[in-house]
């Protein structure tokens, strides 16, 4: 692809861990990332694999997936572009904790990790955007397991679409689609539910005019009655 060269400092500029920096820092995290192209389901990095680089998603989505100790796949979040991902350092870890996966064609950055101690010493409030973010995380994770422990499996399918809605949409006629691809098998590993329990759900709200689905697309047609269902006030923002 393209040298970085011709990658704009606004890139980035307005991405918390770097909005604070002058142009010319900017050129030099710039200058010291590589660009990689990934394709639709392909790795970007394996749990448990030693975290050589750090990454930045600058176009497209990515899943977050963990692994049971009995074999099974958990969605633990989706990143969106513009998101940090892979940062093992920021927790004190020298292995990834999850896998990331691309949904669709993703461009990202990366950095050798060993320059992660430089970028918190030398750029004013990279360190604090990056270690806000892992709070974010740990937080939204914990929120995760209380959700998967006292909500009823309807809830915690509604809260999952609410979440993803928000966080990644486009306006349609039909109402907030989902912007990315996103299967009922998808669903179920984010909630811990059966497939067959979540296509139940999907199939009951279509009829009451709620969401509408269709082959790894959903879209979010009534969401004031979503966020009844989630238990959130349909006046809300979330």
């Known amino acids: 692809m393209s040298s970085l060269r011709s990658l704009d400092e606004n890139l980035i500029s307005h991405i918390p861990p770097f909005r604070k920096l002058e142009r010319v820092d900017i050129r030099e995290i710039l200058d010291a990332a590589t660009p990689k192209r990934f394709s639709a389901g ?6 448990h694999e030693p975290a050589e680089r750090f990454f930045l998603l600058l176009d497209g989505h990515v899943r977050v997936i963990r ?3 009995a074999g099974d796949q958990v969605i633990a979040r989706h990143i969106v572009s513009g998101e940090l991902m892979g940062i093992a ?9 999850a896998s990331a996966v691309a949904i669709d064609d993703c461009l990202v950055l990366f950095w050798p990790t060993n320059l992660w101690q430089t970028f918190v010493a030398k750029y004013d409030g990279f360190a604090t955007e990056t270690y806000k973010t892992v709070g974010e995380r740990i937080s939204e994770a914990n929120n995760h397991i209380l959700e ?7 809830q915690r399918v509604a809260r999952a679409l609410l979440r993803l809605a928000i966080q990644s949409h486009r306006d349609t006629e039909e109402g907030m689609e989902i912007d990315f691809p996103l299967t009922r098998q998808n669903i179920s590993e984010m909630t811990g539910t059966t497939l067959y329990t979540v296509s139940r759900l999907l199939s009951a709200w279509e009829k009451q005019g709620i969401v509408t689905s269709g082959r790894k697309k959903v879209v ?19």
């Open 67 to 69: 692994t049971t100790a």
């Open 89 to 97: 350092p920021a927790i004190g870890r020298t292995t990834y904790p």
């Open 220 to 238: 979010v047609t009534d969401l004031g009655k979503l966020k009844t269902l989630a238990d959130l006030d349909p006046m809300g923002d979330s």
């Open 148 to 154: 998967l422990a006292t909500q009823q499996v309807e």
């Open 42 to 47: 392909q790795a970007i990095f394996e749990e």
